[in-house]
């Protein structure tokens, strides 16, 4: 008797010592806290398994061993201890705080040890959910304060077991526009059928995520929460302060929604569409400050036929822009003081452009151009 169990212990021993490892936040072990981990969480969430040892309780982001739970994710069967992230035994909103507090970490050493996260396609929707971003207001001026709108709209028809049980997406757009550092995202208020997370001021307390970009993920609890069209949450920019002429050019403020993601309770990703509203930029002219006196330049020739000769002849120069009847940037060059600079000019269409060359010492000159 006493041979066997100690033949049990031999057996069972080498398993034990084979430490399953994660770091707290990453729910879907990709190597990476982030927004899409929230839909990890929604999927594992009511989920119960072992809890880890006391001293590897909690969400600082260290190497904490756990037991490997009896399921895992039902797409991508990444385990569900993983979503435990305080290591309590069970998946509760409070797992959400860790994705918060370590957001934008990264690792290599989990174990099992991180894969990209892949879910596996849905068949053809017929009736297909929409994201809808509005902005509010529809224009801005410098020192304004915009609003962009997360709408989701849901497709007339669509059963509720197909329907999506979250999305993630990441916002881009144009950085030296808005002021980085105050971009917000809010979450709407008095809802508790849904969890957050996103890469920005308000959600984001540990570190910011590269400039130009919002990340956002919302999921329901285990069960599928966009099943009617609803608000998901609004981001607020602040205008940076730009030199835009209003009498000559405009700027528009446009955002991208990179690598959308949409996952029903299967975990498989679905289609869906997005829209996206477009805002123009303008400085009013009763807030610009009297015009000071324009730099002294000299742009030749005009009409220009290949290469554009620019100088100017009181100051170094900035940044030098030139832009096209319709406003669209060609060339956008950063000077490192020079005072004169040769463009070529023949890959550019023929037409008017405007040339504005803004100098080290603040003023700038906008002339006007012909290209054959
Ligand atoms: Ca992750
Ligand atoms: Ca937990």
């Not at 996260?117 to 929409?130: E, G, H, V």
Request: proline letters at 10%.
């Amino acid at each position: 008797m006493l041979m066997k169990t100690g033949l049990c212990l031999l057996l069972f021993l080498p398993f034990a010592l084979q430490a399953q490892l994660l770091r707290p936040g990453d729910a879907n072990n990709d190597g990476r806290v982030d927004h899409l981990d929230v839909l990890a969480i929604g999927l594992s969430f009511g989920q119960e398994g072992p809890p880890r040892e006391p001293p590897f309780q909690g969400i600082d982001w260290m190497l904490k061993p756990f037991e490997l739970w009896p399921g895992g994710l039902p797409g991508t069967m990444v385990n569900y201890g993983f979503s435990d992230c305080d290591g309590d035994g069970l998946v509760t909103v409070e797992d959400v705080e860790a994705l918060q507090m370590n957001y934008d970490s990264t690792h290599m050493d989990s174990q099992p040890p991180p894969l990209p996260w892949t879910p596996p396609d849905t068949a053809f929707l017929s009736a297909l959910p929409r994201l809808v971003f509005t902005f509010d207001p529809d224009t801005a001026t410098v020192q304004d304060t915009l609003y962009l709108h997360i709408f989701y709209e849901h497709p007339f028809g669509l059963p509720l077991e197909d329907s999506p049980l979250g999305v993630a997406f990441t916002l881009e757009f144009d950085e030296t526009l808005v002021k980085d550092s105050l971009t917000v995202v809010f979450f709407p208020d008095t809802v508790s059928d849904l969890l957050f997370a996103a890469g920005a001021t308000g959600f984001a307390d540990a570190r910011a995520v590269p400039p130009g970009m919002v990340e956002y993920g919302a999921a329901g609890k285990g069960q599928p929460a966009l099943t009617f069209s609803r608000p998901l949450g609004v981001v607020r920019f602040i205008i940076e302060d730009i030199i835009v002429r209003p009498d000559t050019f405009w700027t528009d403020f446009k955002v991208d929604v990179a690598k959308p993601v949409m996952i029903n309770a299967k975990e498989q990703i679905m289609q869906f569409g997005v829209l996206v509203d477009d805002v123009v930029l303008f400085q009013e002219l009763s807030a610009v400050p009297p015009p000071p006196a324009p730099l002294s330049v000299r742009v030749y020739p005009s009409p220009v036929l290949d290469v554009l000769h620019m100088e100017s002849t009181e100051s170094p120069l900035a940044r030098v822009r030139i832009f096209d009847v319709f406003g669209k940037r060609v060339v956008d060059r950063e000077m490192q003081g020079q005072r004169q600079v040769d463009l070529s000019a023949t890959s550019w269409p023929p037409g008017f452009y405007w040339v504005n060359m803004l100098g080290e010492n603040g003023r700038f000159a906008v002339q006007n151009l012909v290209k054959l």
